[in-house]
């Protein structure tokens, strides 16, 4: 609570002085992101408000709908996905997830580029007594940008890394069988699948199709059981763990 009160206390500071500052901004998820969300929820059965402008109450009135569920951890990814990304900005246009008007990274468990930067514009404020000079500002642009830019890299490397120890810790496990639930849905254009899409094009659901028919359908906050081989995924559907070797071929991540 300390920190995000500095935080708020230092770019509340920068607005009111008008300082050219770097503002940690999270601006309100775009309304075909917030569309797509409803229809999810509606295929799922999760009830949700009806809104004209997404608020956080929204979401967070969403997520209190599915709590107790077990659909609770789909719908929270689900949100999630949903919103904009946090990113830094030159002009203050507010934080929509903690509801403020001001906020910054001034303060922090962990030392960040873009904290050092605030710390620098804030002491020139204090012993100069004047506002910053108009280049200050046109640097800050290309900073604001470079270290946003910088923080998705890093994020991504990180979910990379993740995913790769997912797959070293799963490959100790091979012949075993977990139960599982589908978070979201990804088909491979090369894979033989039906598949059903929002009004973004978004994949919700897919089925493997072999001939004329529909042999397994998969849907967000679906409950599977899933047997773990080198090429092969058992799912509702494929009656054993032979079968669903010998149909391996069918499946879009084989």
């Known amino acids: 609570?300390?920190?995000?009160?500095?935080?708020?206390?230092?770019?509340?500071?920068?607005?009111?002085?008008?300082?050219?500052?770097?503002?940690?901004?999270?601006?309100?998820?775009?309304?075909e992101k917030t569309a797509s969300l409803c229809e999810m929820l509606t295929?799922?059965?999760?009830?949700?408000?009806?809104?004209?402008?997404?608020?956080?109450?929204?979401?967070?009135?969403?997520?209190?709908?599915?709590?107790?569920?077990?659909?609770?951890?789909?719908?929270?990814?689900?949100?999630?996905?949903?919103?904009?990304?946090?990113?830094?900005?030159?002009?203050?246009?507010?934080?929509?997830?903690l509801v403020l008007r001001d906020y910054a990274h001034f303060t922090s468990p962990i030392r960040r580029y873009p904290d050092m930067m605030v710390h620098r514009l804030v002491a020139k404020y204090l012993l100069q007594s004047k506002a910053l000079c108009r280049s200050d500002k046109e640097e800050l642009e290309l900073s604001c940008q470079h270290c946003s830019d910088c923080e998705m890299a890093a994020q991504m490397a990180e979910r990379d890394s993740i995913k790769e120890m997912h797959a070293k810790w799963i490959?100790?496990?091979l012949g075993e069988e977990f139960d599982a639930v589908i978070s979201g849905v990804y088909v491979d254009k090369e894979a033989d699948l039906d598949v059903e899409r929002d009004t973004q094009g978004n994949v919700t659901a897919a089925y493997f199709v072999m001939g004329t028919n529909k042999i397994t359908g998969f849907d967000a906050s679906n409950k599977l059981n899933v047997y773990v081989a080198t090429q092969a995924i058992q799912a509702d559907g494929f009656a054993s763990k032979e079968a669903a070797l010998a149909n391996s071929a069918a499946l879009p991540w084989a």
Do not use: W
């Open 171 to 173: 490959s100790n496990h």
């Open 43 to 97: 295929k799922i059965n999760v009830e949700y408000p009806h809104f004209q402008e997404f608020k956080p109450a929204h979401a967070a009135a969403i997520l209190e709908n599915a709590r107790g569920t077990d659909k609770y951890e789909s719908v929270n990814m689900m949100v999630l996905r949903s919103m904009a990304k946090a990113k830094y900005s030159e002009e203050p246009l507010g934080h929509f997830g």
């Open 1 to 31: 609570e300390f920190m995000l009160c500095a935080n708020e206390a230092a770019a509340r500071l920068a607005r009111d002085k008008k300082i050219p500052f770097v503002y940690r901004i999270h601006e309100a998820p775009p309304e």
